[in-house]
């Protein structure tokens, strides 16, 4: 059975000129400084974000954790979404590891916060509370992008109470393809900025951290302390120079499948697409079938060849990616029509 999985775009496989990248990369020792790709990707990927200096680690999770515990010290505090990655995602590293305080703000259903929400947040200067230092932003959030007009004033209010900014920028390259805009609009005035190579961009593993040369020199000790220290990575660092040049335009391909999957699940009688969210190259739905749970509907499909993410007692989430075609999605709604006729339900329309 040909197996079309929609889990996450962390399923990506590189391609062969990827490969070849990673084969023939020049490597040296990153924990000295001296691996030459690690080096000129960070230059590229500090210019392209229109930041002084960049750090390369292995995760985003890692990227994160480091970004927010530079920025904050123990017994202060951190803004963060409710639904956010780094709240819900990351085990609370950043208080279990860095004794930081993350407070969360109720995310808006596009992953906005309001601004009085945020403000109420602050924390007075009082004894019997931490001080509130940093503020977190996540784009794309489930896959919808925040605007950059929106960047903007989320900046300009946390510059107004003193709070630095973080943002979890994880698919940042689809939030500027689907804004139409350079990224450098969704990332100025950003006090630190985290992006992943290894989802939408097809490499097999990193992300990068940006920021002015004095956050990244601190981060880099961080990075040292969590183990995040990598010898001749280079190899990889090959990898994510080589997405940087071919893998960022391509994204608009996804967008267009995740489009065309949403279109054609909206037709079945039982499946609620959440439009809010379909944005980008996620489609979020929920399963309006009685006695069926999400978990048991994501197992009828994986019978029928599709794999799918859970995520809560009805809602599922399908992410398009590199190696994911239209003719797949024409598959993929033909398994839907399985297993719903396995449960009853009338066959979605397959246009």
């Known amino acids: 059975m040909n197996i079309i999985d929609l889990r996450s775009d962390t399923f990506t496989l590189p391609p062969a000129q990827m490969r070849k990248a ?23 990927c500090a210019e392209k974000l229109g930041k002084e200096a960049a750090l390369f680690v292995p995760t985003g999770t890692m990227g994160n954790l480091i970004s927010v515990i530079t920025h904050v010290g123990r017994g202060e505090e951190a803004l963060v979404g409710t639904e956010s990655h780094i709240f819900m995602d990351e085990q609370g590293n ?26 109420y947040a602050i924390s007075p200067d009082d004894v019997h509370m931490a001080r509130t230092k940093l503020i977190c ?15 903007k004033d ?18 940042i390259f689809n939030a500027a393809m689907v804004s139409g805009c350079d990224i ?30 004095e956050f990244i020199k601190e981060a880099l000790r961080w990075r ?7 010898r001749q990575i280079g190899v990889i660092a090959a990898a994510c120079e080589y997405a ?68 809560g007692p009805k809602s599922i989430r399908a992410v398009t990616h590199y ?3 239209i003719k797949d999605i024409d598959q993929v709604a033909e398994a839907f029509n399985r297993a719903l006729k396995s449960n009853g339900k009338p066959k979605a329309a397959v246009r």
């Open 244 to 311: 940087l040049d071919h893998m960022i335009d391509r994204l608009a391909e996804d967008h267009e499948t995740a489009k065309a999957l949403a279109e054609k699940l909206s037709n079945c009688e039982g499946i609620k697409i959440n439009w809010n969210l379909a944005k980008s190259n996620m489609v979020w739905f929920d399963v309006d079938i009685e006695g069926v749970s999400a978990n048991d509907f994501a197992n009828l499909l994986g019978k029928e060849g599709v794999k799918v993410l859970s995520l």
């Open 94 to 119: 950043a208080s279990t590891l860095g004794g930081v305080h993350l407070k969360p703000i109720h995310n808006q259903p596009d992953g906005t916060f309001k601004f009085e929400d945020i403000e």
């Open 323 to 325: 190696g994911i075609t």
């Open 22 to 44: 990673m084969a023939e990369a020049e490597l040296g020792d990153d924990v000295y400084g001296e691996d030459p790709t690690v080096n000129r990707l960070q230059e590229r």
């Open 184 to 213: 450098k609009e969704l990332t100025n005035g950003m006090d630190s900025v985290q992006f992943c190579f290894s989802k939408g961009l097809c490499a097999p593993a990193g992300s990068m951290i940006c920021s002015s040369k």
């Open 154 to 171: 989320f900046i300009t209010l946390a510059k107004k109470h003193g709070l630095k900014t973080h943002l979890d920028g994880a698919r």
């Open 137 to 151: 932003l996540e784009n794309t959030f489930h896959g919808s992008v925040i605007p950059p007009g929106y960047v």
């Open 224 to 230: 040292k302390a969590l183990g995040g220290g990598m």
